[in-house]
């Protein structure tokens, strides 16, 4: 007789079926947890299924493995399992189809997503011709000559750049005649002194004094 399917022995009976491969005590009792099922009832389960022949076992050392009997199942012929496998070669390919068919779809709802809805088209159009105004009416005020920065203010700040250009220049000049001075009759390498000294030259920062000196408003540059 078989055992009542919601019986300990029914729902090992019946997971053992399923899986129609080799399994321990302990790979059934992780299954079946679900279940409620402690090892024990399980091991208990799968002893009495294999002790009245519903399922099969072998022995390897201490340690037993159970299958379902295969004499239940219908063992396909050759024809089948042509049939078989070309029904599942067409179902993959039909799963594939069905994964290419998601793929574009979910791209075209991210392009979608990505659109500006009407009401953010229009905002952004608002915020641009504000924009658009703000720059003609500053592009006006040029062409018309309105003067954006006081005289005065252009000359404070052109005498304080020609002033810290000739500071630059008279320091340059101090330091070179301080150098030659001690470098003169020195044995060391003046490279090496120089690096050891932790002194940076104006072209080891990436900047020149006459360039500089160029920028400087015409008819008040220095001749180096």
Known sequence: MAPKSDSAEGIVLNFVNEQNRPLNSQNVADALQKYNLKKTAVQKALD???DSGKISFKEYGKQRIYIARQDQF???NTEELDRMKKENL???EDL??????INEVEGEIRALQTNLTMEQIRAKEAKLRTEVEEMEEKLKALRDGVTLVRPEDRKAVE???QESITQWRRRK???????DAITENSPKNLKEFKEEL???YDEDVGVSLQSFSELAPHGKRQKR
């Open 48 to 50: 009495a299924l294999s």
């Open 74 to 76: 219908d063992i396909p």
């Open 90 to 92: 067409k179902l993959q």
């Open 96 to 101: 594939e189809e069905n994964k290419r068919a």
């Open 159 to 161: 005498d304080f750049y």
């Open 173 to 179: 000049r101090m330091f070179k005649d301080v150098w």
């Open 198 to 200: 932790g002194i940076e």
